[in-house]
């Protein structure tokens, strides 16, 4: 077992040697821009960007031609919200998002807000969801687009997409969903599940970083976007500019590597989570769960480990790469804003670690991840005020804090 | 973010861990900050009432690392003060003893409240 152990694979994945190995050539011998329509180099490209494109959509049940290549997730976001918002501003003004979107989403959304639009945040209850029949009643006859993530990079909370998208299409709203964090790793078909667009990342599915992917659907309905990025009219004119043509190989690759593997490697991800859940739980008391623990990314734990800030807990267990919703890890100094929306109070979303297990992590680590993180807490609840103080039966909440 | 070598220090081997009676008459207990805030500190002190040096000191503190170092430090430095001495100790003196970065400078502060709300509650018992 090589340290540092990483586990923090919300964030990024590692690119699959499989992944690097189908990107090399086209780095220096298939070097070719994949708009050159006069000379091999240039067909070769297009070749190559094709077949990803198949295998991108394949991976979500979609029709090549559908599949916009972007730069990542984010400007794949900014695309769906922005792009049907400009194209459909004769229809309507209103947006419907939620509380614990991704930052692309809500920046996106609050960008538009000055410009006049309306948006509506949804919130979700204390296990993560979104309740359906506030969006029905979100729903206006100015409302062009409902956008809600399928699952939470935070807490891993996977929400009923089929009936949002359901919804949506009762009401002829367009629906988008960032699927980032769910492509490649829960069965995700835009068919099936209603969706008219979605975001897609190559560096989150053992892929390249860089490079990422919007869904548009071409029919019923047919969506329309107004570029964010103008040009040369790359990508059907929805995104223009030159391929990044080894990334989006890379791209195809993980998406098929993630589309064979997806049954085998979801359930190896998910009994090393229950693995890592159940030893933790067994050891120390006061865990609490982020989040549904059912409807849930196989791969994804968030937990708080009451009376041991974050930020100390992670400088106890460096050798582990996770991450924690403790302020003093981001550089806003606020707590996580998705755990705050769950209704988790700040003391303890001060001790939540994120736990994200991937592919290529073992059992062996697993255990250690766990050895480590128990004795860590174990000795920082020794040094805790707070626990003591719970340990002598004083109820914290009515203590008067002198910061307070 | 990169801790200094006396953070860790104070991280993986903090002075003065524990606790003392807080009824005793000759020991003063602060606790400040909020668990809302990501910080607590309980700093006690055990003080001879004839010549007012503290004998001993103890620390718990909920934070992070550099909170629990700042804490750590602040019982080593008052250790053999007198409440005088104690009380001339600066926020600024931990943050450059610890090379603590400016977000982290919050953990310095409480801990020089920490040793001040001890004092404080010392000489409330001894008014």
């Not at chain 1, 050539?25 to 198949?54: C, L, Q």
Request: hydrophobic share 40%; charged share 25%.
């Amino acid at each position: 077992m090589k340290l540092p152990i990483y586990m923090d694979n919300h964030a990024t994945t590692p690119v699959d040697p499989r992944v690097l190995d189908a990107m090399l050539p086209y780095f220096t011998d298939r070097f070719g821009n994949a708009a050159s329509r006069n000379h091999k180099f240039g067909w070769e490209a297009e070749e190559a960007v094709e077949e990803a494109r198949k295998n991108i959509a394949s991976l979500i049940g979609a029709d090549p031609r559908e599949i916009v290549i972007t730069s990542g997730a984010t400007e794949s976001d900014n695309l769906a919200v922005k792009g049907v918002a400009w194209m459909y501003r004769e229809k309507g003004d209103h947006i419907i998002t939620c509380v614990t979107e991704h930052k692309a989403i809500l920046d996106s959304c609050k960008h538009l807000e000055k410009d006049g639009y309306r948006v509506t945040f949804l919130p979700v209850d204390n296990k993560g969801f979104v309740d359906l029949d506030d969006l029905r009643k979100a729903i206006t006859d100015k409302t062009v687009l409902i956008t809600i993530m399928t699952a939470n990079n935070e807490v891993g909370v996977i929400q009923d997409i089929k009936q949002i998208g359901r919804i949506a299409r009762e009401r002829g709203v367009l629906f988008h969903t960032d699927a980032v964090q769910a492509a490649g790793k829960i069965p995700f078909n835009v068919n099936e599940m209603n969706v008219d667009i979605a975001s897609l990342s190559a560096h989150k599915m053992y892929g390249p970083k860089g490079v990422g992917a919007l869904y548009v659907r071409r029919r019923n309905p047919r969506v329309l976007l107004t570029p964010v990025i103008d040009g040369g009219g790359h990508e059907r004119g929805m995104r223009s500019g030159t391929l990044n043509v080894p990334g989006i190989v890379g791209f195809g690759k993980a998406a098929q590597i993630a589309r064979d593997e997806l049954a085998s490697e979801s359930a190896e991800m998910f009994r090393m989570r229950e693995r890592l859940r159940t030893t933790l739980e067994r050891e120390l008391d006061e865990l609490y769960i982020n989040g549904d623990l059912e409807k849930r990314l196989p791969g994804n734990l968030n937990m708080s480990f009451a009376y041991v800030e974050g930020e100390s807990l992670l400088m106890g267990i460096n050798d582990i790469a996770v991450s924690s919703g403790s302020a003093c890890t981001s550089a806003s100094l606020e707590p996580s804003y998705v755990l705050k929306a769950l209704g988790v109070g700040e003391d303890l979303a001060h001790t939540s670690i994120r736990f994200g297990i991937g592919r290529f992590n073992t059992e062996e680590e697993v255990d250690y991840v766990a050895n480590r993180v128990i004795e860590t807490v174990r000795r920082l609840r020794d040094l805790s005020p707070l626990y003591e103080m719970a340990k002598e039966g004083i109820d914290l909440k009515s203590v008067h804090w002198a910061a307070e | 973010m990169a801790y200094s070598d006396k953070v860790i220090d104070h991280y993986n081997n903090p002075r003065n861990v524990g606790a003392l009676a807080k009824e005793d008459p000759t020991v003063g207990t602060g606790l400040v900050g909020a668990p809302e805030c990501g910080d607590v500190m309980k700093l006690q002190i055990k003080v001879n009432a004839e010549t007012e040096v503290i004998e001993d000191a103890k620390f718990k503190t909920f934070g992070c690392g550099s909170a629990i170092a700042s804490s750590s430090l602040a019982t080593e430095w008052v250790k053999g003060k007198t409440l005088a001495e104690a009380l001339a100790i600066k926020n600024t003196d931990i943050v450059k003893e610890l090379s603590l970065p400016p977000v982290k400078i919050h953990c310095s502060v409480l801990a020089e409240d920490a040793i001040k709300a001890a004092i404080t509650d010392w000489k409330k018992k001894h008014s």
